[in-house]
């Protein structure tokens, strides 16, 4: 018999397993205990894929020959759980219950990996980068880290459940759950794959800065160059000695035009040289 509760009523489970099992429930969070008489007890913390941002919410399972005790306060899961038929054994609805949490994960996961592509392509042709592109990669990498701690406790679940230690499922059951927890590694790597190329899109952001920033120094560079033989005229005529071009009537206009003789020509030679 099937049992839809919420998690105020977690308690109810030490029915079903000892004080020692419901201890270790509330301690970690994920587990996959195989009890006696074939039972199994599986708990877990459900990521939203769509929204990684929300609060996970925790699912708790027990699967026993007799009862099927389903615990959780989210939406999404306690509709999928509906949907399975009540009267297939509780094993095969544990069954279909996983197969039914992940179905379209891989739909998602190549979604979110034609954003990443988009951000790529975005940071790509932009002249300037964006500081908003540095909170989006921030966010992005700190859900897909949250997708693969999802991922991890689902992979460690489903390969507790193929070594089917107390024989709680018939041989054939057991290879669809082989086949289910390929279907977790699958998930896993793609995850993985996905934190690696927005990685790798965070170093192409940090370098086109790091060129940005070493352009403006480029600027600045030339421009104290150029007007740094101006410094050296001031300096000289800023002396408190006689200097000759003081009596001379083109004095004046002499120091004017070598001083934009001395900036264009520094201009020119930058130019050539093409140092900016």
Avoid at 11 to 24: E, K, M, N, Q, S
């Amino acid at each position: 018999m099937r049992k839809m509760l919420e998690m105020k009523d977690v308690r109810l489970l030490l029915d079903y397993v000892g004080f020692d099992v419901y201890a270790r429930l509330l301690a970690n969070r994920h587990i996959c205990v195989s009890l006696q008489d074939g039972a199994l007890l599986i708990a877990l913390y459900y990521c939203d894929i769509k929204n990684p941002s929300k609060k996970d919410d925790r699912v708790c399972i027990y699967c026993g020959a007799e009862d099927f005790v389903f615990i959780s306060d989210n939406k999404r899961c306690i509709e999928l759980m509906s949907d399975i038929d009540g009267k297939a054994d509780n094993q095969s609805q544990l069954l279909q219950f996983f197969h039914a949490l992940t179905a379209n994960d891989v739909y998602e996961l190549e979604k979110t990996e034609d954003l990443i592509t988009d951000l790529e392509d975005s940071l790509i042709t932009e002249k300037r980068s964006n500081s908003d592109d540095s909170t989006v990669i921030i966010g992005m990498r700190r859900e897909l880290l949250k997708m693969k701690r999802y991922y991890e406790q689902l992979a460690l679940i489903t390969e507790e459940l193929t070594e089917n230690a107390n024989k709680a499922f018939s041989d054939e059951l057991q290879k669809r759950f082989v086949s289910l927890d390929k279907r977790m590694d699958y998930l896993l790597n793609s995850v993985v794959h996905l934190r690696e190329y927005i990685t790798q899109v965070r170093e192409a952001y940090q370098a086109q800065v790091d060129i940005e920033q070493n352009q403006i120094m480029k600027v600045f560079t030339v421009i104290t160059s150029i007007f740094l033989p101006l410094t050296l005229l001031v300096g000289w005529y800023g002396m408190n000695l006689q200097v000759p071009e003081f009596d001379w009537s083109f004095g004046y206009p002499f120091v004017i035009i070598l001083s934009v003789l001395v900036v264009i020509a520094s201009f020119v030679i930058f130019k050539i040289k093409k140092w900016f």
